[in-house]
């Protein structure tokens, strides 16, 4: 839907994380003796070759269990890991 006198959105940082990341930013992660890079793209994630909407998602696929992305990854409080 268009804005009012035509005026187009901002580009928009990945989904659920505001301003925090740029899109091309890498985030790394040792979990269980292997490093995990992911990196934030327009509209999401790509970890090893596969695009997510959320960190969430990411964090899932590399633990095999529900966590907060941003928790796991460390950019947000304290990863209880």
Known sequence: MP??????????SPKGL????APGTVITRDFRGVT???VA??????WQGRTFTTLSAVAFAVTGTKRSG???FGLKGKAGV
């Open 18 to 21: 505001g301003s925090t990341v």
């Open 36 to 38: 995990h890079q992911v």
């Open 41 to 46: 793209i327009d509209g999401g994630f790509q």
């Open 3 to 12: 804005r009012p006198g035509g005026a187009s959105r901002p580009a928009r």
């Open 70 to 72: 941003q928790l796991f």
